[in-house]
């Protein structure tokens, strides 16, 4: 079974706050991906990389960062936390985009 | 827009009970179509996938059934447990390729009671 971890599971920030959220998967995938989810929206693609050093734009990226150190970490930086972006982040990860994603547990954000 | 509908948005059944669950979808192309289960506070996983024209699939007691003429998925669960209480998610896929993108509904929420 793929493995994908996430931390912190939870954290609250305040607004204007600097936010890292943390991805690790141990499946040798090359594909990593962003998201966030909020109530009567279905998962939205923030940021996405298909391997180390590489990022692609999703569709909500403003505001968001991320940085893909190595094939196994991928990194979501808030620089200016605003209350708009508390949600629930989950990261996933593929061998190929198409294939079937694998995904974290998710991080609970509140920026208060 | 939102390309992809779920209905309906919440549903409440009895244990031991059968129940459906739609989706439909304005995403062309139109690869594949995946259901998931969310259960509270954890990430997605994996029910089934379905790719052709007419697919049905069975895994358990969930099968799922994809007509790609009418843009139009069911997902069906046979003899709900409690554990079955969960958000189920549709999505789908619009490109085998590297190019493509997933489309995600916002999903059913499933609530099971004794």
């Known amino acids: 079974e793929a493995a994908v971890t996430q931390s912190p599971r939870n954290k609250v920030t305040v607004t204007g706050g600097n936010v890292t959220l943390s991805c690790r998967q141990t499946?040798?995938?090359?594909?990593m991906y962003w998201y966030r989810q909020d109530t009567g929206h279905g998962l939205r693609l923030i940021h996405y990389s298909y391997g180390a050093g590489n990022l692609q734009i999703g569709d909500v990226p403003d505001g968001y960062k991320a940085t893909r150190t190595t094939q196994e970490d991928f990194f979501l930086l808030l620089e200016l936390a605003s209350p708009s972006q508390t949600s629930l982040y989950f990261c996933a990860s593929n061998r190929d985009n198409y294939a079937e994603q694998f995904f974290g547990p998710g991080t609970r954000l509140t920026v208060l | 827009k939102t390309q992809v509908e779920q209905s309906p948005q919440s549903l409440v059944v009895r244990q031991g009970e059968n129940c459906v669950l739609q989706?439909?979808?304005?995403?062309?192309?139109?690869?594949?179509l995946r259901w998931f289960k969310q259960d509270t506070g954890k990430g997605l996983v994996s029910l089934t996938v379905?790719?052709?024209?007419?697919d049905k699939t069975s895994n358990g007691r969930y099968s799922a059934t994809l007509d790609k003429d009418a843009k139009h998925s069911t997902l069906h669960i046979t003899a709900t447990l409690l554990d079955d209480t969960a958000t189920y998610i549709c999505?789908?896929?619009?490109?085998?390729?590297?190019?493509?993108?997933?489309?995600f509904g916002a999903g059913t929420q499933l609530i099971v009671i004794p």
């Open positions: 999505v789908v896929g619009d490109r085998g390729s590297a190019l493509g993108r997933l489309h």
């Open positions: 379905l790719v052709h024209e007419n």
């Open positions: 499946n040798s995938h090359n594909y």
């Open positions: 989706c439909n979808y304005s995403v062309t192309p139109d690869n594949h």
